[in-house]
């Protein structure tokens, strides 16, 4: 009997209790707080834009809502949190509305949270603010360090228009100045006009202590660095691109302005990574040769578009030495040609097969191709001897030592296109080699001897490419290269830094009828000398 009434009782419980709520047996504050804790438990997700959230539109249904006499239960939105999360940004406590609005963000299943690159951090700031959602932002560190006073940077001409192409930019964007023209200035003049917190990104070591130093110059606080050993982070501090790329998920919401060197690094590979997990608002690109147009729609999203170019031609004879572009046509003897055209033969013919079936093939499709078979791969060979030989044939081993002695008086610098060509030259001639082989310390030695003149020529495969602050020279003997127009300015720029009265002379070994004819002709597209004598 009293089961019986018990379990009418607890029947009667579960229909009048928590189901439905009589207005006579309770007072409206408590009715709006049993409604709210309806809606959380039992509301289905509501299908309504984030306007209507914030405007108080309806939470609950009409069965839930209860009699129209009622007063309507409005939510209170609690401030979602945006946190910085190893290179990411994490939205957590966001309500249950729909954020398709906010570029970049996505559902992250692993940990039931809104995640964004790092990157787009000013972008999804914007889009919650522009919808009037309340965000606790928590990125940036609490206690940032704050940057010292800066001395006045004096800008050339064409550098203040650097400057300020920069500035009308929103502060985002790539500067392309040639070699030896000073792209450095303009990025400490960026520096302080922001007067921001500051993280320049370079490619080597060597870079790393030439940046220190310049910064310095001009800047009253300590200065970090990332790299070469040193892991010390200040309000402007400097990296290299592999120290940034792993220290960035940790250290990527400390800075606002992010300044790369070289920026033609960037743009198709692993170290874009290091763009995307900075929250740095401002952005700065510097090079002398940009990349080509796919690697320059991903530098548009990361860094910003072109925003200022100018050519070797657009500078020389004003703020930059004035030069004369040689080309000396040189043959192959015999032997070599007899060599070279078997070579030819035998990776034109793969080549040829290869374009009739996919006629805008790539030069890796092809490569990929080629690889999978064995004539393929002879192909190759073929392809890679023919390169060698053609890069220092017996005729360029003989130019070399004239132009040398027609140059005595004059600080040369050589270009090969590899190590063994540059190391037979230094036997041949006794001229300092400047390879990765040798060592750092070795290298800053001979540098300044040849400054002061003790030393009157180097020779290099790559390291004098970039990256190394290589004093005045006069003539420049560029016996091959491998890396086409980008390298061949870069060469050239080593020439250009302007003294009284100077005129440098560049002198391009070519072997006639052969590929890299073509080749050279190509990489000189990047150059627009004044007063250019071809031999």
């Known amino acids: 009997m009293f089961g019986c009434v018990r379990h009418n009782e607890r029947r009667r419980a579960k229909v009048d209790g928590p189901g439905r709520i009589d207005p006579e047996r309770f007072d409206l504050p408590a009715v709006n707080k049993k409604l709210g804790s309806l809606a959380k438990r039992f509301a289905p997700r509501p299908s309504r834009s984030a306007e209507a959230a914030v405007r108080g539109g309806p939470l609950l249904s009409k069965e839930l809502a209860g009699p129209s006499n009622w007063p309507r239960f409005v939510p209170d939105l609690r401030p979602m949190r945006l946190?910085?999360?190893h290179g990411t940004l994490v939205l957590a406590e966001a309500p249950d509305l729909s954020l398709d609005f906010v570029p970049g963000l996505l559902w992250d299943d692993r940990v039931a949270l809104f995640r964004a690159p790092a990157w787009r951090y000013t972008d999804v700031v914007d889009a919650l603010s522009a919808r009037k959602l309340p965000v606790r932002d928590e990125v940036r560190p609490s206690t940032p360090p704050l940057a010292a006073a800066w001395r006045t940077v004096d800008l050339r001409p064409y550098q203040q228009a650097a400057a300020l192409s920069w500035?009308?930019?929103?502060?985002?964007?790539?500067?392309?100045?040639p070699t030896g023209s000073g792209k450095t200035r303009v990025a400490l003049a960026t520096m302080a006009s922001t007067r921001a917190r500051t993280l320049c990104l370079v490619p080597t070591r060597v870079l790393l202590e030439q940046w220190l130093g310049e910064i310095r110059a001009f800047y009253a606080g300590p200065v970090g660095c990332l790299g070469d050993g040193e892991r010390r982070l200040e309000a402007v501090t400097v990296a290299t691109f592999e120290s940034a790329y792993r220290h960035m998920p940790r250290i990527g919401r400390d800075f606002e302005l992010l300044i790369v060197d070289e920026v033609h690094h960037f743009g198709v590979g692993v170290r874009d990574e290091a763009l995307e997990m900075s929250i740095a608002p401002f952005r700065l690109g510097l090079t002398a040769t940009p990349p080509d147009e796919a690697a320059l729609g991903r530098l548009d999203q990361l860094l910003g578009p072109v925003v200022y170019r100018l050519g070797v031609g657009d500078l020389a004879g004003t703020w930059l030495a004035d030069f004369d572009l040689a080309v000396l046509q040189l043959g192959l003897n015999e032997e070599e040609r007899a060599r070279y055209n078997a070579d030819y033969r035998l990776f034109s013919e793969v080549?040829?097969?290869?374009?009739?079936l996919h006629p805008q093939?790539?030069?890796q499709e092809f490569v990929f191709a080629a690889s999978q078979s064995p004539e393929g791969?002879?192909?190759l060979s073929a392809w890679r001897r023919s390169r060698r030989l053609t890069a220092f044939t017996r005729a360029k081993a003989d130019a070399v030592p004239r132009l040398l002695d027609r140059h005595a008086d004059a600080r040369v610098l050589i270009f090969t296109a590899d190590n063994e060509s540059a190391c037979s030259i230094s036997r041949d001639n006794l001229v300092m080699p400047m390879t990765c082989e040798i060592s750092r310390p070795e290298r800053a030695r001979a540098i300044e001897a040849f400054r002061r003149g003790e030393i009157r020529a180097l020779v290099s495969a790559r390291v004098l490419n970039e990256g190394i602050d290589v004093p005045d020279a006069d003539v420049a003997i560029i016996v091959a290269g491998t890396h086409g127009e980008r390298e061949h300015v870069q060469r050239v720029g080593r020439l250009l830094r302007p003294a009284p009265g100077k005129r440098a002379v560049v002198y391009e070994l070519v072997t006639m009828a052969t590929g890299e004819a073509r080749r050279a002709r190509e990489r000189r597209?990047?150059?627009a000398a004044t007063g250019a004598a071809v031999a």
Do not use: K, P
């Open 377 to 379: 791969r002879a192909a």
């Open 83 to 85: 946190l910085f999360d």
């Open 167 to 177: 500035e009308l930019a929103r502060r985002r964007g790539i500067v392309v100045l």
């Open 361 to 363: 093939g790539t030069w």
């Open 525 to 527: 597209r990047g150059l």
């Open 351 to 356: 080549n040829r097969r290869f374009r009739r």
